[in-house]
């Protein structure tokens, strides 16, 4: 099974902030890399899928990029409506799928 | 619009069984996976596997193999997850999601918190 490890767990910012999150893959999975927002009490909300490719009506400061193991989620400038928490999820396998650990963002 | 709509909060006794439905509407259910996720209070996300509901095939994580029956009844657009000899360490809300093919689970149910408890 691919092996999904996020980094970090917790991150405490201040709005206007950058902040960027990485998610590290054990073996490669091209760009089939997802990215999520959860917030207490409610199902994860799909932000980013294919590494870089934005959900219609997530705003443009959310960003993603990377390929094959190395993957990136930035906010390029942190809103009070941010302070979630982050998950990665690979698709590359048809068998499985794997999600990061997850990072909670709070407020510094 | 695309909904998935789960069943009701469940209590449950150690060595029980449970079974969550997940009634979706505003697609061709057939042309789908959907996929079960569970997340323990206070953990992170973890997967457990996935139904056709074209033809009922299913793939099942390792460690739910033997538990964990994943059905559905295409006449009702409604996919079943099912986990037997419960423990307490099951206790989590369980989501089905939506799988499309290129972007991952991109709809998801509400949740149903499942509690094992004596």
Known sequence: DIQMTQSPSTLSASVGDRVTITCRASESINTWLAWYQQKPGRAPKLLISKASDLESGVPSRFSGSGFGTEFTLTISSLQPDDFATYFCQQYNSYFALSFGGGTKVEIK | ?118
């Open chain 2, 1 to 118: 619009q695309v909904h998935l709509v789960q069943s009701g909060a469940e209590v449950k006794k150690p060595g029980a069984s449970v079974k969550v439905s997940c009634k979706t509407s505003g697609y061709t259910f057939t042309g789908y996976h959907v996929h079960w996720v569970r997340q323990a209070p206070g953990q992170g996300l973890e997967w457990m596997g996935w139904i056709n509901p074209k033809n009922g095939d299913t793939i099942y994580a390792q460690r739910f193999q033997g538990r964990v029956t994943m059905t559905r009844d295409a006449s009702i657009n409604t996919a079943y997850m099912a986990l037997t000899r419960l423990k307490s360490d099951d206790t989590a809300v369980y989501y089905c999601a939506r799988y499309t093919l290129g972007l991952g689970t991109n709809f998801w149910g509400q949740g149903t918190l499942v509690t094992v408890s004596s």
